[in-house]
């Protein structure tokens, strides 16, 4: 399509996206409410660095209050607790036949859908390793699953487009009829990594380890049990299988799932999450309510209890207010919720 692809948030996904249809021949708008990082994209082109590959691209960059026009491929890639604030700025930028594809972490389709309705909002799902370094730089450090899919399952036209093109991102992109499933999947990898991010080791070392072991496989078996109750068929993607978390799926299935996920985060030159990196380096709040709390919000409508959860997401706000170090201490701690 000749039309301009509209990158909304040129952090470490949108960066490394934006970049990879720009090399692809594709015209792309970026948007970023950092104005030194659009004032470098603008200057000197982005930057991406990295063992993927390494390159420097160009394309007009603006602050959301300077962006002209309707575009009908927009992907969305902010964090998920800006999600609702960028969707007002967005909306006005989005053609009446155009959509928003949710290149971020979280259930943000359902906020999306609220602001442009489900008609314009495509699910996606992405687990690949970056970080935004500095105003220009973004980090591209590890291959990881790129999924797309309607949020009714259907297979359009419009669809088959979208798959085609995030293929140019990476040829291995997988086009869904159950994007739900990788979307709850991704959840309960999502509370495995902010486990991990309580501490200053790498999530391979802490998944590594045999010690926070349990509690992290209650964590997450708490998440999906939520899942389950949701109906949802969780689907596996970078040697994660969140079955092995399901309610009775067995030890055997457990230990499996956690030796996939050391091997595949040892592959990465990602050593620690994003999150890790915005309580660790950036000083900056974290995603943890706007992923973690619609897991103990739909759990509360099922009946389900998550203590885990509620008490995780209380642990990282501390991290964030500066009255809790980051220590593997923190994951003994939060066992004593489940003791």
């Known amino acids: 399509m000749s039309d301009p692809i509209l990158i909304w948030g040129a952090g470490a996904i949108g960066g490394t ?9 594709h015209k792309v708008v970026f948007v970023d409410n950092v104005a030194e990082h659009v004032a470098a994209i603008n200057t000197n082109g982005l930057r991406i ?3 993927i590959f390494q390159d420097v691209v160009h394309a007009p960059a603006f602050l959301p209050a ?13 964090k998920a607790l800006h999600t609702e604030a960028a969707m007002a700025e967005l909306a006005p930028h989005l053609a009446s036949d155009g959509v928003v594809v949710s290149a971020q972490n979280g259930l943000n389709e359902i ?4 602001a442009v309705g489900a008609r314009r909002t495509i699910g996606c799902f992405v687990n690949f390793g970056a970080d935004y370094l500095e105003p220009g730089v973004v980090h591209y450090s590890g291959h990881g699953a790129a999924v797309i899919g309607e949020l009714d399952g259907s ?19 997988v ?11 991704k959840m309960i990898y999502g509370a495995l990594l902010f486990g991990t991010a309580l501490t200053n080791d790498s999530i391979a070392d802490v998944l590594d380890n045999p010690a926070p072991r349990p509690i992290l496989s209650k964590l997450a078996q708490e998440v999906g049990a939520v899942a389950a109750a949701e109906g949802v068929k969780t689907e596996a993607f970078d040697g994660f299988d969140p079955a092995a978390f399901a309610p009775n799926a ?16 040892r592959r990465s030159a990602k ?18 309510v706007a992923q973690l709390g619609p897991i103990a919000a739909r759990g509360a409508e099922h009946g389900i209890d998550t203590p885990l959860t509620g008490r995780l997401i209380s642990m990282i706000e501390e991290i964030e207010g500066g009255t809790r170090p980051l220590s593997m201490e923190n994951l003994a701690e939060l066992a004593k919720v489940s003791a």
């Not at 300077?66 to 902010?78: A, E, H, I, P, S």
């Not at 906020?111 to 609220?114: G, V, Y």
């Not at 067995?250 to 996939?260: E, P, T, V, W």
């Open 271 to 288: 050593s620690h999450s994003g999150i890790w990196r915005d309580l660790a380096i950036r000083k900056r709040k974290t995603e943890v």
């Open 66 to 78: 300077d962006l002209k026009g309707q575009f009908r491929q927009t992907f969305l890639c902010v």
């Open 155 to 173: 297979t359009s036209g419009r669809i088959k487009d979208l798959h085609h093109l995030l293929q140019k991102f990476d040829p291995k992109a």
């Open 250 to 265: 067995g030890q055997a299935a457990l230990d499996k799932s956690f030796a996939d996920m050391v091997a595949h985060n």
């Open 49 to 51: 660095d990295g063992p």
């Open 17 to 25: 996206v934006g970049a990879a249809f720009l090399r692809a021949g």
């Open 175 to 185: 086009l869904t009829p159950n994007i739900w499933g990788y979307l709850w999947g």
């Open 111 to 114: 906020a999306i859908a609220r």
